[in-house]
């Protein structure tokens, strides 16, 4: 984690979502300023609004009132390179690719059409397989892998292009036991040089790493307990 955090990267202001033709309230007014460097824990009920606003980050989703900015070296931006961890159920296992596809995927030459890789791209490949511990599954097409094994070949697509920021949404999701404490240290890892936005619905060893702990139900607000154990001190 850097020591000085002052640079701003992320900007949600007044950001409400509403479905339904305005009837079903999603998120409600929230803001919250992000900076380079940040590890924010995302954390509240179900339905309170964290995928919601996780999409709105993302670009996935507009929303219906309010602003999403981002920022690179003080000045406004369209977008940043962010690398994104989703929930294993998000993907269908009967996609006919193996886990170095996947991988792949998150090289920014995988949007270009008749790319080939190149052997700089296909070492970091490797390289990157062998940081989520799949070494020995390269080749498996992902209908084989077990749950734990797809989300660690989504994590390696997440951060093989060394994104601006990472957003993972339920990283310990199906993990196995085996492979969760090394995943702290790739995130702790991680975190030194890339701004990290963390969504569980309960607070984790990974959560702990944060230095900043913010609350979604329906609106937004942040807590500055010295620590995050009991909701009640998050005035």
């Given at each position: ?12 202001e ?21 900076m ?13 609004g964290?995928?919601?606003m996780?999409?709105?980050i ?5 929303p219906?009132?309010?602003?999403v ?6 000045k406004?931006?369209d ?14 296992s ?8 996947v ?6 030459c995988?949007?270009?059409?008749f790319?080939?890789i190149?052997a700089e791209?296909r ?15 390269r080749?498996?097409p992902?209908g ?11 994590l390696?697509?997440a ?5 601006e ?16 404490h ?15 936005i ?27 307990a ?10």
């Amino acid at each position: 984690m850097q020591s000085q955090i002052t640079e701003k990267i992320l900007s949600l202001e007044n950001v409400s979502v509403t479905y339904g033709g305005g009837r079903v309230l999603a998120l409600e007014n929230a803001s919250l300023d992000v900076m380079r460097g940040d590890f924010v824990a995302i954390t509240g009920p179900n339905g309170g609004g964290k995928t919601t606003m996780l999409k709105v980050i993302l670009q996935l989703l507009a929303p219906s009132s309010g602003k999403v900015m981002f920022f690179n070296d003080g000045k406004q931006v369209d977008k940043l390179k962010i690398g994104y961890l989703p929930q294993k159920n998000m993907i269908d296992s009967r996609f006919p690719v193996t886990v170095e596809d996947v991988v792949a995927m998150g090289l920014p030459c995988s949007m270009k059409l008749f790319h080939r890789i190149t052997a700089e791209e296909r070492e970091l490949i490797g390289d990157t397989i062998e940081t989520v511990g799949l070494t020995d599954k390269r080749n498996s097409p992902i209908g084989a892998l077990s749950g734990g094994q797809l989300q660690r070949a989504l994590l390696g697509r997440a951060i093989i292009s060394s994104p601006e920021m990472l957003v993972l949404d339920e990283p310990l999701s199906y993990i196995d036991k085996a492979f969760e404490h090394h995943l702290y240290d790739i995130i702790a890892n991680i975190a030194k040089h890339t701004t990290i936005i963390l969504v569980s619905h309960e607070l984790t060893v990974i959560s702990q790493m944060a230095n900043r702990h913010v609350i979604v139900d329906k609106t937004l607000h942040e807590c500055h307990a010295h620590h995050h154990y009991v909701p009640s001190e998050c005035e």
